[in-house]
């Protein structure tokens, strides 16, 4: 069965930096091209980038509010993704998913709010 | 990259049919055949119900279809049923190299 479960979220202030995990189980994560969407409270679903995988080249991109800013890391020997948030805004505030990113898997999502 | 454009709301009665449109543009909808369409109930994860436009996963119900013209997809439920009653939002591959979500349709079965 594909898990997929998200960790790492909390409070943090306006400036401030936070990283999230997504320990993945039940297939072969080392072959799976990876996401991050997350959702504003009562709003809609945003995409937020992408690492492919190692043999596609591992290269990632993302969305416009958060390059430069946010970076996707993956540990395939830990069958972990990561997103490193830096610079963090009060708009950045959601509910952050990790998925497969054909979009057939979603973890259960980590909260993320940014306040002061 | 703008939103894809999605009707804020659609309802229909029980047994019915109802499409959900999804507009962007020649960069998104229009220039690729990589479009989604996702459910989600109030505070779950988001279930993918069509991608590539028209391919439902395995499991998904047959009632369940999308479409794509020009700029536009298009989500179609037929025999609309109580528990279909959600949210749903398309998303694109785009020129960029990125995704895009629409803004999200609340379906309510009436």
């Known amino acids: 069965e594909v898990q997929l479960v998200e960790s790492g979220g909390g409070l943090v202030k306006p400036g401030g930096s936070l990283r999230l995990s997504c320990a993945a189980s039940?297939?072969?994560?080392?072959?799976?091209?990876m996401s991050w969407v997350r959702q504003a409270p009562g709003k809609g679903l945003e995409w937020v980038g992408r690492?492919?995988?190692?043999?596609?080249?591992?290269?990632?991109d993302y969305a416009a509010p958060v390059k430069g800013r946010f970076t996707i890391s993956r540990d395939d020997s830990e069958n972990t993704l990561f997103l490193q948030m830096n610079s963090l805004k009060t708009e950045d505030t959601a509910v952050y998913y990790c998925?497969?990113?054909?979009?057939?898997?979603w973890g259960q999502g980590t909260l993320v709010t940014v306040s002061s | 990259q703008s939103a894809l454009t999605q009707p804020a709301s659609v309802s229909g009665s029980p047994g019915q049919s109802i499409t959900i449109s999804c507009t962007g543009t020649i960069s998104d909808v229009g220039g690729y055949n990589y479009v989604s369409w996702y459910q989600q109930y109030p505070g779950k994860a988001p279930k993918l119900m069509i991608y590539?436009?028209?391919n439902r996963p395995s499991g998904v119900s047959n009632r369940f279809s999308g479409s794509k013209s020009g700029n536009t997809a298009s989500l179609t439920i037929s025999g609309l049923q109580a528990e279909d009653e959600a949210d749903y939002y398309c998303?694109?591959?785009?020129?960029?190299?990125?995704?895009?979500f629409g803004g999200g349709t609340r379906l309510t079965v009436l």
């Open positions: 590539d436009v028209s």
């Open positions: 998303s694109s591959h785009t020129s960029s190299n990125t995704r895009v």
């Open positions: 690492i492919k995988s190692k043999t596609d080249g591992g290269t990632t």
């Open positions: 998925t497969t990113a054909g979009g057939s898997n």
């Open positions: 039940g297939f072969a994560f080392n072959y799976a091209w």
